[in-house]
């Protein structure tokens, strides 16, 4: 089955400064790569996502990467603000008899300091 | 998106007994799923919840144990069943609404003492 492996587990950064999770997944049918946020005590929320056809996109200060190559994919954040902080998850799925199931990462508990 | 909601919104029970959690969605979706978030830990798929028959249940996960329904294209549940410590968990369901995008509901917060 999928194995999707995520890094750092925690990451500190100021306030203003750009953030980067990296993820890797090991099934090359895997083609949906969601990110999610999750704050303490509550759900998580699909922030961004992209598809295999497409090597980047962007939203805001918020970007994603994919490189179907090396089977990676990565999330940027820039001028990260306090309100950042939280458990950051990718995951990856794979069209298959289970539908669209989500395989995620360990999680990237991200702190910005003020 | 879609408005998702679970009942209970957490509860705390006896081992040995069962518990059964509620998904509802204020529109009919193709695709349901069950997962678990242990305390600290990433979410792990328990089962895609199939409308008009069985779940579909991934490594580790049996369905004596987290029995599932999915009457109709709105609503799900999962049972957890002879629950112990171990069980102690986030239960969420998400739901699939445009091909492979997916949405969380709430959460079901379980204690097992």
């Known amino acids: 089955g999928e194995n999707v492996e995520q890094h750092p587990s925690t990451l500190s950064v100021q306030e203003g400064d750009s953030a980067v999770i990296k993820c890797t997944y090991s099934?090359?049918?895997?083609?949906?790569f969601p990110w999610y946020k999750q704050e303490l005590g509550k759900r998580p929320q699909l922030i961004i996502d992209?598809?295999?056809?497409?090597g980047e996109k962007k939203d805001q200060r918020i970007a994603v990467t994919l490189n179907k190559t090396a089977k990676h994919f990565s999330l940027h954040i820039t001028e990260t603000q306090p309100e950042d902080s939280a458990v950051y998850f990718c995951?990856?799925?794979?069209?298959?008899?289970?539908?669209?199931?989500?395989?995620f990462g360990k999680g990237t508990s991200l702190l910005v300091t003020p | 998106s879609a408005v998702i909601s679970q009942k209970p919104s957490r509860d705390i029970c006896q081992r040995g007994t069962s518990l059964t959690i509620q998904c509802q969605v204020d529109?009919?979706?193709?695709?349901m799923f069950w997962y678990r978030q242990q305390p600290g830990q990433s979410l792990t798929l328990i089962a895609t919840?199939?409308?008009?028959?069985?779940?579909?249940?991934e490594s580790g996960f049996v369905i004596d144990k987290f029995p599932i329904s999915r009457p109709n294209l709105t609503f799900s549940t999962l049972t957890v069943s002879n629950m112990s410590p171990e069980d102690s968990s986030i239960y969420l369901c998400?739901?699939?609404?445009?091909?492979?995008?997916?949405?969380f509901g709430p959460g079901t917060r379980l204690t097992v003492l």
């Open positions: 919840a199939n409308q008009g028959s069985e779940a579909t249940y």
């Open positions: 998400s739901v699939g609404l445009t091909g492979d995008t997916q949405y």
């Open positions: 992209i598809r295999s056809n497409v």
């Open positions: 529109s009919q979706v193709t695709m």
């Open positions: 099934d090359s049918a895997s083609n949906y």
């Open positions: 995951a990856a799925s794979t069209d298959s008899n289970s539908g669209y199931a989500l395989n």
